[in-house]
């Protein structure tokens, strides 16, 4: 479907073609319309299926035909996990209103947070942010959000696992009752669920691709191989394959400077990219990596969240992810916009048991790969069944009452209002 057919102002239109996109994703096609008609909207998309252009889109559109404040406080508020990411949606946001008169400015950590309360004295539209920054500028006094018209939660899958549910919930009480929300999400797990149920109002639930499945136009590869000799295996693949452009992936920090400075060692340009690098040195890396001066960018999996490279052939899991849905976002990084792509995951005998639960979640049985030169001496363990995962939690004395912070007592004991969950069948998206 073309992006004229959805009901977008002709300045956004003149902007999306300005950028280069002719017709609208699948995610985009159920969204837009939606959005338009102030409808809370529950998204689940994977990565590179246009979901950042499916909210930033009608949401310029709603704040420019509204009438806008002479001192222009914030009337839409982004929340996104990491610093990538909000980068990310920001160049969306100011990419598709070149046209239009509305300001936007985005706030992280990890940097001088003075040019952050700069922009906001002197006013933006759209505020871009992840969550800690937000709530220090706010508790600050740099930052009002009493006039927040649009909420949206993008990527609150990792927001969650990465342990920003205290932060959200802060932010919810502050916000005015009367607005429009939405969420995406690469997952809808049960949290998820019930996180929506406490603030949005009848959402609605739309799905671009079916819950936790991987792009299809990723040629997934398995390769066994022992511990010692991945590293020779993953460089001799780069060279003699002649890829260009490769985003591999580590479980740790260390492991992630490691690997960069083997292959560095080798002749190869490569960067690393996590926590501990400071935001100065993951944008270089990250523009090094676009531009094609870094051949090879190595990184962890909360660096890595919401990076937006186009075109990226190769994804490689130098060590596979503890939990299986990070396989997915992980490979997602590649196979973006319809293009082919390939990921490749090196594995040992003792990682097999993280293999099994992946293929478990994707449907698909992976045929294991060997190596002429790297046989590995280790053989693959006899398949194991997958035991079910236990609650390690302590139990609470059956007469102690739940704890909660104080400033979060209102949201642990207000009644909670039930949610009439919609599918993107509902009444509202039936006419689309």
């Not at 070149?98 to 400015?105: A, D, G, K």
């Not at 871009?128 to 990527?155: C, M, Y």
């Amino acid at each position: 479907m073309s992006f004229d057919a959805l009901g977008l102002s002709k300045p956004i239109l003149h902007a999306i073609e300005k950028v280069g996109y002719k017709k609208a994703s699948v995610i985009q096609e159920k969204a837009i319309p939606l959005i338009l008609e102030r409808a809370d909207v529950l998204g689940s998309a994977q990565t590179g299926t246009g979901k950042t252009a499916s909210f930033t889109l009608p949401l310029l559109q709603i704040l420019s035909e509204s009438n806008q404040p002479k001192r222009r406080p914030v009337r839409a508020l982004i929340l996104t996990p990491t610093r990538e990411l909000a980068a990310q949606v920001s160049q969306n946001v100011e990419a598709y209103s070149e046209f239009l008169h509305l300001e936007s400015t985005m706030i992280f950590g990890g940097v001088n947070q003075n040019p952050q309360v700069r922009a906001l004295r002197n006013g933006v539209d759209i505020l871009i942010a992840t969550p800690g920054r937000l709530l220090d500028l706010f508790n600050q006094g740099h930052v009002s959000l009493s006039k927040v018209e649009i909420l949206v939660l993008d990527e609150a899958d990792r927001m969650l696992d990465m342990g920003f549910l205290r932060d959200i919930r802060k932010i919810l009480e502050t916000l005015p009752p009367r607005r429009q929300n939405l969420l995406f999400s690469a997952t809808f797990s049960k949290q998820i669920k019930e996180l929506a149920g406490t603030f949005m109002r009848d959402p609605i639930l739309i799905e671009a691709t079916p819950e936790n499945t991987t792009v299809e136009k990723i040629n997934q590869r398995v390769i066994h191989v022992d511990k010692a000799k991945k590293p020779t295996l993953l460089i001799e693949m780069i060279d003699k394959g002649g890829w260009s452009q490769v985003l591999a992936f580590t479980r740790t920090k260390y492991g992630a400077n490691r690997l960069s400075d083997k292959i560095e060692k080798k002749g190869i340009t490569s960067a690393a990219i996590h926590g501990n690098k400071s935001q100065g040195a993951r944008t270089k890396a990250l523009a090094g990596f676009k531009e094609g001066s870094v051949r090879v960018l190595v990184a962890t999996d909360i660096a890595a969240r919401g990076l937006d490279i186009p075109l990226l052939p190769h994804v490689v899991n130098y060590e596979l992810p503890n939990v299986p849905e990070d396989y997915v976002h992980r490979i997602g990084r590649t196979g973006r916009a319809g293009a082919n792509g390939e990921a490749v995951s090196l594995v040992t005998a003792e990682e097999m048991e993280l293999v099994w639960p992946i293929e478990k979640l994707i449907q698909e049985q992976f045929e294991i790969e060997t190596i002429e030169g790297f046989a590995p001496t280790e053989k693959i363990p006899a398949k194991k069944q997958i035991p079910r995962s236990k609650d390690t939690r302590k139990k609470k004395p059956k007469n102690q009452k739940p704890r909660a912070d104080k400033n979060e007592a209102s949201n642990f004991h207000r009644k909670k209002k039930k949610s009439k969950w919609r599918g993107d069948r509902g009444r509202n998206a039936r006419k689309y």
